[in-house]
Nanobody, 127 residues
Framework: QVQLVESGGDLVQPGGSLRLSCAAS????????IGWFRQAHGEAREGIAC????????VYADSVKGRFTISRDNGKDIVYLQMNDLKPEDTGVYYC????????????????????WGQGTQVTVSS
C-alpha cells in the first residue's frame, strides 16, 4: 500500500520561497509518477506539477511555470516542490499524489488513476 507524507508548509511573505517534501513508502515499482496538487479554501483542487520516477520528465500548471520546480530523489523516494516568488494566490493546502505504472501527464490530468493521496500541508502567502 502506497503511503505519502507531505511536509514543509508554512506562512511566507509574497516573493518568498518554500520547499515542500513528499516522502513515499510502499512503492513496489520503479515506474511511477508523483505530483503536487493545491486546494485553496472554497475552491476546487488543481494540479500544480507532476514528475516521472524513471526519467524525471515533468509537467506544470501554467500558473506556476518559471516559479516552481518539481524534483525527485529516487534513492530516498522523496519528491520536492521548490516554490519561488510566491504569490498570495498560491495559498492553499498542498497535497501530493502517486500513480504506479503511469506517466506524470496521466497523473496531472486523470485523477481517477491516483493510487494514493497524502494528508496535505498548508501554505499561506501573506504579508
Amino acid at each position: 500500500q502506497v503511503q505519502l507524507v507531505e511536509s514543509g508548509g508554512d506562512l511566507v511573505q509574497p516573493g518568498g520561497s518554500l520547499r515542500l517534501s513528499c516522502a513515499a513508502s510502499g512503492l513496489t515499482s520503479d515506474y511511477y509518477a508523483i505530483g503536487w496538487f493545491r486546494q485553496a479554501h472554497g475552491e476546487a483542487r488543481e494540479g500544480i506539477a507532476c514528475i516521472n520516477s524513471h526519467d524525471g520528465a515533468a509537467v506544470y500548471a501554467d500558473s506556476v511555470k518559471g516559479r516552481f520546480t518539481i524534483s525527485r530523489d529516487n534513492g530516498k523516494d522523496i519528491v520536492y516542490l521548490q516554490m519561488n516568488d510566491l504569490k498570495p494566490e498560491d495559498t492553499g493546502v498542498y497535497y501530493c499524489a502517486a500513480v504506479v505504472g503511469a506517466h506524470a501527464e496521466v497523473l496531472f490530468r486523470q485523477w481517477s488513476r491516483v493510487d494514493a493521496w497524502g494528508q496535505g500541508t498548508q501554505v499561506t502567502v501573506s504579508s
